[in-house]
């Protein structure tokens, strides 16, 4: 017997050729710079400046990877940035997600006040001058902790985690009570394992923030030891593009003519060593991180 099959209509098979197309197009917007970027951070700095190097390096070289990580300070830098973005962002997690479940109780005592008040913290803030002044203070100036304990806590992070919690059946917290659960058996038992998508979210965002900051090592810094890998590469670029516009000897131009390291092409070498290690982490939580991508955007 010949099985009836519902054969889409040409409308329908336009939108979605329509659909195809755009989606390879924004693939396409979005990985075409990447291989730029990819190409011209292997490429002779030099030779890029004449143009052409599209997705594929003309002149290979390794000088501005070298030039990078020349002076050694790099590798210093790595430590400080991995660890305040693991310290930073599993003290993020624990208490955002604890707050998360404490606001998602009903009987909290000044509940709708304690939401009020830190939910005005998103819409005004001290400025720079203030939160300098907290900092010396709090004596976070020069300290490692400036990294960390400042964005211990987001409220954008902590109202999707509340919402996220309040998704959860209460039925389940009523029954962990009646077994004579607390709340922080039911916290470490039920909210948490139920929370990985949110958690990933969370974490993954609160990751990249940390590894991409230099402000907070520019800033409120003194101790170059202790600067993050962006604010290291940040100042390299800064030097290297004055280098670049105080050229006023002969013997200066010559060098600099012949010198296979441009900014331009340290730019790139930089933007691919502080890049690349913060895309291996993503495969690890893609699971999770689509799961979770939307929490917030439909209220039920």
Known sequence: MKKNHIRDSLTDNLVQAVIL?????????????????LALSFNDGKDAAKGGVWFWPRKFTLDNFREVFKDGSIMGAYWITIARTL????????????????LKQKDL???????????????FGGG???TYIQFKNLHLLNSFWVYVVPSL??????????SFFEGIPESLEESAKLDGCGYFQIYGKIMMPLSKPVIAVVGLYTAVNHWNDWFAGAFYMNDTS????????QQMLTKAMNQQQEVTSVAQALAH?????????????AVIVTTVP???????????????????????
């Not at 310290?87 to 404490?102: K, V």
């Not at 005592?109 to 819409?123: D, E, N």
């Not at 979770?292 to 209220?299: E, L, R, S, T």
């Open 109 to 123: 005592p000044g509940r709708k006040v304690i939401t009020m008040l830190i939910t005005f913290t998103m819409l």
């Open 128 to 130: 720079m001058i203030p």
């Open 257 to 269: 003519n012949t010198a296979s390291v441009t900014s331009d092409s340290l730019k790139m070498a």
């Open 153 to 162: 806590v987001s409220v954008t992070y902590l109202m999707m985690v509340r």
């Open 226 to 233: 202790k600067w993050p890998v962006q604010t290291v590469l």
């Open 21 to 37: 197309i755009v989606l390879i197009a924004l693939c396409l917007v979005i990985l075409l710079p990447c291989l730029n970027v």
């Open 278 to 300: 913060i895309l291996c982490v993503y495969p690890f939580i893609q699971k999770y991180f689509a799961q979770g991508a939307m929490i917030g955007a439909v209220k039920g």
């Open 87 to 102: 310290i930073g962002t599993f003290g993020s997690l624990f208490i955002t997600t604890m707050a998360g479940y404490a």
